[in-house]
């Protein structure tokens, strides 16, 4: 199961919502001057893990992770989720490959 949290609290399933909804809720955002701000919770056979899109790196070593785990790691990297004004289409892209993936 995937699950989104945009900024402060709004939450869905990324099963429930359509890629339109979620290009709004974060525009919405953006032209308000809100953080726009995404968790992804991922539940799922061998995974339980949360990213934060854009992206931030915790100090320290990173957290023992299982194999599906690390190859969600591996995937989020191939996209560019490093500044406040990712591309939402490329997190539709990579929420799709998750859920496709990994039967999320």
Known sequence: MIELEIGD???HSWSE???GRLREAIQRRRNDGAPATVEIHIHGHCIDLTLRIPSS???GPPPKRSRAEEQV????KKFD???DDFPVGQLVAFLNQLKNKFDC
């Open 17 to 19: 919502m359509n890629p």
């Open 73 to 76: 790691m591996e995937l989020c």
């Open 57 to 59: 790196q915790s100090p």
């Open 81 to 83: 989720f490093n500044s």
């Open 9 to 11: 609290g709004e939450k």
